[in-house]
């Protein structure tokens, strides 16, 4: 029997990890990464917006690590306050103590949101989070009312309810068993929002307990307008609908906002969701933070005051390291440091598009979470040599050719010049490029020339390299 030891892994070569992953984690996922310059190298160290490669390189990571890394790779005051906690032997869990963390992160989300959004439950995923928050929204109407509203541009996570109300290609291909009832609308289309509700009576009464909503879309780039959220708002004070935001990508400054709700005054949904970023990059933590009236009907009560948790839910360290996260934010002022980013970039982007009309169709994007939509156009008379060098079963797939054409873009950035990039799993697969929020402007001038460099090849030289 062979036990790997933590010392064990450094000696690990991308092959020793591909073979590992084939017999013990995911076969698929091999042949699906490994043909990536990234999947064939092996992350050895991250730290601010660099990752250091088992090969010697060092790659500027543009991910923002999927929306974990507002704070950058191993942010040095999120470091010194876990060995603090390790130092001192904190209490990492326990359900018969109070924990003194989580009343102290609750307190403070509730001091930086706006109106009466004061409780909150944490939990580890923004799956967790939104599903908690559906529980909640749910008992509140005392079971009385069945369905749930999602948009069909959304990505609310993976979990069996989550991706019951997700609406994205990646997670729609297979329907997997409905543990909820929901009922989508058209993205930022109030008639169509109105109209649902209106479908959906229960004896005559209004059927829908919860409208789940991204102000703004990380998944497509894209957001609600005002007028829609703001006639939302007022749609579910009128029914009594419970309305939650799900900020779990966008939430804690990435859009340029605290939350992007915030840009709107007044505007303030019954519940938030977040996580992510939360966790400053080291704790996986997510929260729901519900207005008060909403809590005290759904669970203030003896019975019921425990009717949701779970065992890890607001451990010490986590929640300590969360605490510290949210402090940088608003210490370091990232709410402008985000806005800021999004200045640089999206003028630098809008440059190149009006360069390269061709291939950059549409600059998107918010904050620290910015992105390009690649020109994928059949018809277009540019991209039509490209098409017939395709295998037909490839040609027929308007979303295969778009993963292809994006893939391409995002394998040169990395094999040419050590950028890492990813792409959004919702309407037009946008070309995402994220950043942590302290991040260097001479890291930001470096991507905008190096993007510039891969733009005057074009699409069917970088093509080519995949
Ligand atoms: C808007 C949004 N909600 C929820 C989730 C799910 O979060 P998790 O993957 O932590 O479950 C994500 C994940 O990307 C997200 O972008």
Redesign the pocket.
Known sequence: MKLFKNTDIENFSAEDVWRLYRNYVNNSQVDLISKFGFGEDIAIKAEKNFIFTKSGKKIYDFTGG??VLNHGHNNEKILKIRKWYQENKFMEIHKNFFSPYVAALSSNIANLLPGDLNISYFSN????A?EGAIKLAYKYHEGKRDYILSSNIS?????LV?SNITNSRETKYFKFQELVKSENFEFNDFESLSKKISQIKKNGKCNIYAIIL?PFS??SLLSLSEEFLRKTRKLCDDLDIVLIF?E???GWAKTGNLFYFMNYDGLIPDIVTS??SLGGGKASI?AYTCRNKFFKKAYDNLRDATLHSTTFNGLGEETATAIEAVNIIIDDNYVEKSKRIHKFLNKGLIELQNRFPNIIKEVRGAGALNGVIINTDFSDRYLQPIISLLPSKFAKDEYAIKKIIVSSYISALYDDYNILTFYGSNKDLPLKISCPINIEDESLRYFLISFEKLLQKGTFDTLKIL
């Open positions: 999927i929306g995923s923004g799956s967790d939104n990505f609310h996570g993976k979990k989550a991204e990380a998944s799900d779990v990508y966008s996580g992510k997510s």
